[in-house]
């Protein structure tokens, strides 16, 4: 089962209908060839309140200092420290109560809340706890450190500060500070254009799968930022294929079924036609019979038309291409557990092997293989573990990565 | 600053405003409150199509087997196992080509692909590397045991099986397996249904950081499975704001802004004129002038409307509500990592406290306490550390679970 493994681009691929890979190229150097094809796009301008899940490209510099100016941290009086030294329970000093968007005079304090400002002459505001109000007096039973209970000018962010590292993708949270820095408009990387080719079922077949696989990458592609401009039918053959690959518009174009070793699995022909079919075949599973290349400049992947084989080439190959135009993390975008497995995982030597599992207790059970594994077993898995091509599995009580599918 | 801490409902809330807070409820208490007012809410038949990211209700039963029955599981020659033994590279035998969709014959094999039917009478799929064609003959140069490179009917999920155990989010790759079992409605828990009433500026605050907890929440409610019937802005006070929480529709209520210790923090005022202030104060912070109850038979929560305060009350509190009400796990969304503490972690005794961190080789560095947090630290910041509220803190060296922001 050890695949001999090549370099793309030696060579023409051969026509493997019919006859099987000779060759495979490892998942490392097809993950290379994607990464060369697919530098982050170029940014555009956007409104900052649509940009939560864009990645921002430019620097993300504060315009104005937050907070603004002086301002109370909390509720409670802003007044001069200096004047509460010495109170206590058994000392209660007085101050004049005074309205707090006035400067404040020697002896006084005026009530303010938290994000208001304090008036000129305070530094510092007494928690509630600390007074008690008299009238139009104020007993200070406690003393207050210089700037306690008040947030300085720029505490948070400094003026010209850029408080985020970009590129980076904005989380939800973010939508506050950009408010907070007054942002109106920012630069972001675009998404990516991805059209989806999605090949008709072969003669030969009873039943077609292809059709349960344009749903998912749809929702795939949209999870890792891009965004699918249509989806293309292309009943028939390698003509039909080449039709939908040719027009220029696509940031990366999917082909789905159609790769492998069957007499109408003409996908990479179609390719070559259209464009430069690069490399086919890989040394993983399931997903071993992708393949890529480019039509015009847009990068191509072809993917396996059975369902897991398209899901696994799609994340370790395809999304790779899309998160990184889009100028995401390419790596797998999961949550990673580490976990130790509980029985053992096979997995064939020379191939990265992907072994769906169940977690429990922090221990990684596995209920299908790269090779038996299904749709009803991949759904019932809580993640799964990627093999890598030198080992021929993990025993019992190995420490091993799982890559999770709730997150 | 160790707070005394209350059951909820036990006594009627004090007006804390020009007071502050003599006694919170724990974040325990408070989660406990809202899981018992948080129902699943009732299922809705949905199509199949539109259920990714839906919360799966009843049995997700299988109508029919998959595959339907015996097929081809890879690219090859289908033929009666039996017939190939012996055979190898020095001693082919030869069966006679027949076409893939009549019964296949004694001494015949057909070309089939992956996902096409087996002819009748054949029980194995040769692969291209163990045979050669000489015109209408196959020349057979390996065995093949019996099953290789075939899928049994219902082997990979059985008539009437459920291969996910339910309620259970449904993922995009779920959308294969509902396309390969023929599903084309199921049951779904409604999504609930969420009201966010954002209090208008108070009277004394130069700046206003409330309109800032709209646009965070209104994302974070949609990755939790809500959906924000509608953002109410109440400029004004109590009255404003209990005419925001009266009108029935709503599953949930968020109101944020107006729940602290300020003259015109009338929130909990106004939902006990509306309805029911259960709690008002809870021992987290930031966040800790949080206040829950109900509006008719919706339950309300409070959330403060500074927007560190505001996020980490979501998160801990509304967010749970809002997961639960849809069917989905109550805990936080957010991907864990364990990790080591770097510096030193402050925090109260007596609250759970939120501290943010940056990530690097597996180690924690404290970037903003709870106290401290702003706006720029926290979008600066890889995730979040609670620390229960018995801690002072962790020691350097300390291992911490961390919530991260990035999944």
Request: with cysteine.
């Amino acid at each position: 089962m050890t695949p001999s493994t090549q370099r793309p681009g030696r060579r023409r691929c051969e026509d493997v209908r019919l006859r099987g890979f000779s060759s495979r190229v490892s998942v490392e150097e097809a993950a290379a060839w994607l990464d060369a094809h697919g530098e982050r796009l170029a940014a555009e301008d956007v409104a900052a309140r649509q940009a939560v899940g864009r990645v921002v490209a430019g620097p993300l510099r504060a315009a104005a200092s937050y907070p603004a100016a002086l301002r109370a941290a909390e509720d409670g009086y802003a007044l001069r420290s200096r004047e509460t030294i010495g109170a206590g329970t058994y000392n209660p000093l007085r101050l004049a109560l005074r309205p707090f968007d006035a400067p404040l005079g020697e002896g006084a304090a005026a009530l303010v809340t938290a994000g208001s400002g304090l008036p000129a002459g305070a530094d510092a505001v007494l928690p509630f706890s600390a007074a008690q109000v008299d009238g139009a007096w104020l007993e200070v039973t406690g003393a207050v450190a210089e700037g306690a209970g008040v947030e300085r000018e720029g505490q948070d962010v400094r003026s010209g500060a850029e408080p985020v590292a970009t590129p980076r993708l904005l989380r939800p949270e973010d939508a506050a500070l950009l408010a907070a820095l007054g942002l109106e408009r920012l630069s972001a990387v675009r998404r990516p254009r991805v059209r989806l080719v999605v090949a008709g079922p072969k003669r030969a077949a009873g039943a077609s799968t292809a059709d349960a696989d344009g749903p998912v990458l749809e929702r795939l592609v949209a999870r890792d930022g891009g965004v699918v401009e249509g989806v293309v039918r292309a009943a028939g053959g390698r003509s039909a294929l080449a039709s939908a690959m040719a027009p220029p518009g696509a940031d990366a174009i999917l082909v789905v079924g159609r790769t492998g070793t069957g007499p109408d699995d003409e996908a990479p022909l179609a390719l070559s036609e259209v464009g430069e079919l690069v490399l086919h075949g890989v040394a993983l599973r399931p997903g071993g019979s992708a393949g890529m290349g480019l039509a015009g400049a847009a990068p191509v992947v072809l993917l396996p038309g059975a369902p897991l084989a398209c899901q696994c080439a799609y994340e370790l190959l395809a999304g790779r291409l899309v998160r990184r135009l889009g100028g995401r993390d390419p790596r797998l975008p999961h949550a990673v557990e580490e976990a130790e497995v509980r029985s053992k995982i096979v997995s064939a030597v020379g191939f990265v092997d992907a072994c769906w599992v169940r977690l429990a207790d922090g221990r990684a059970e596995p209920i299908a293989s790269a090779e038996d594994a299904g749709l009803g077993a991949a759904a019932g898995a809580d993640g799964f573990v990627l093999v890598p091509a030198p080992l021929e599995g993990y025993p019992p009580g190995s420490r091993v990565t799982v890559y999770r599918y709730d997150h």
